[in-house]
């Protein structure tokens, strides 16, 4: 079972642009598509075009991702239709930067929309180097490796594919402390932040790290796979608990993201494991289902994965999706086939679905609207 690291989870210093209205012009670069290119869609099977309702959004209204909010502002969050928005809790990465309960109140009475939920976007099985948490003294130069005997024994080694994110070993209970438990004074943590700020809930990344730490394939096997999972299951139960009855944040939402296959043992099954992971968990986030940026991915594995999500709707999960379908380099009517292949399939299983940028870095609201496409994003709100 691969590791899914997501490629969503970081904040960048690259330039953003607010797509408030997404108009895409040029043409697809040479051999982008060849003919016969598995990965191609059928422009004769989509229907583009006719506007808003061609094709279902899925239940439960219009969903938007954004990681770096500082590029697009509390007023655009606000203005835009959606039901559900995830969030990085801080305009910049820092505390000094972070929502407050008056923003967060003005982003849900943007446009009437009704119950919007707000998630916190949080990371529990990495460390970044630019939270407040955050020793540069434990590792060797910039984005070196931690120092033996002086990093602390719950820092793990960096990821390779995301300059200055470190593995954590997440049950250890010094980790956990750096993420809740402090809800006073200059030293409170991530996540009691998050509940004062008045976040509905919290969507956690890297709950897949469980794979790292078992499988020697993708990570260190200092653990076998049914403790990494139980670990994380266990770190995931705990971190509910605090926030919703010793924070006293009733109906506080938990989202991981990603790391579908933790409810399976390891004969793929669901055992009473997983249905504890899925009494403890509200929804899931999910990237790159049934694509993986503009190609897409073999049916097969997306109906493998669909089928496994299918276990957190039966227990009454919502499943948001974000697939990378968006492509800048090319015409809006191929990105409008993407989008139009990616909306129908989420809705048909249940799921429901954000358009993003392929190679972004959920930097801006990746809105659409017109006659090029078959759906408008954001879209109209389900609430009352």
């Known amino acids: 079972m691969p590791v899914r690291l997501s490629r969503a989870s970081r904040l960048s210093a690259w330039s953003f642009l607010i797509l408030l209205s997404l108009t895409i012009a040029g043409c697809p670069p040479e051999g982008r598509f060849a003919a016969g290119d598995p990965n191609d869609i059928d422009p004769n099977a ?12 899925g239940p439960g209204g219009s969903f938007v991702y954004v990681l770096q909010p500082d590029r697009v502002g509390t007023g655009a969050l606000a203005a835009a239709n959606f039901d559900w928005l995830v969030l990085e809790p801080s305009r910049s990465g820092d505390t000094a930067s972070e929502f407050s309960r008056a923003d967060l109140d003005a982003i849900r009475s943007g446009t ?24 540069p003294g434990w590792v060797s130069g910039d984005e070196g490796p931690p120092i033996a005997g002086v990093a602390p024994a719950w820092l793990g080694p960096s990821n390779p594919r995301w300059g200055g994110n470190y593995k954590v070993r997440y049950w250890e209970p010094a980790w956990q402390a750096v993420m809740f438990g402090t809800a006073d004074g200059p030293g409170r943590t991530p996540l009691d932040r998050i509940i004062d700020a008045g976040f509905d809930g919290v969507y956690l990344d890297i709950v897949d790290g469980f794979e790292f730490w078992s499988d020697p394939d993708e990570g260190f096997a200092e653990l076998t796979r049914q403790q990494a999972r139980t670990r994380m299951i266990d770190f995931v139960a705990v971190l509910a608990d605090y926030a919703r009855a010793t924070r006293g944040a009733a109906g506080f939402l938990v989202f991981p993201q990603n790391a579908e296959e933790i409810i399976y043992d390891d004969d793929e099954q669901v055992d009473s494991e997983g249905t504890r992971f899925l009494a403890i968990v509200d929804g899931i986030g999910i990237e790159d289902l049934f694509y993986a940026d503009t190609a897409r991915r073999s049916a097969a594995d997306s109906r493998r994965r669909v089928a496994t999500l299918q276990h957190f709707r039966a227990a009454g999960a919502t499943v948001l999706v974000t697939d990378y379908v968006l492509d800048a380099s090319i015409s809006a009517p191929r990105s409008g086939l993407r989008v139009a292949d990616f909306y129908q399939q989420a809705a048909a299983a249940g799921f429901l679905p954000y358009a993003a940028v392929s190679q972004g870095d959920l930097d801006e609201i990746a809105a659409f609207s017109g006659s090029d496409w078959p759906v408008s994003q954001p879209g109209t709100c389900a609430g009352p």
Not at 46 to 57: K, N
Not at 112 to 135: M, P, Q, T, V
């Open 46 to 57: 989509m229907p583009v075009g006719g506007g808003s309702g061609v094709v279902p959004t």
């Open 112 to 135: 009437g929309c009704g119950d919007r939920k707000i998630l916190a976007y949080l990371s529990i099985g990495e460390a970044e180097d630019y939270r407040d948490y955050w020793n």
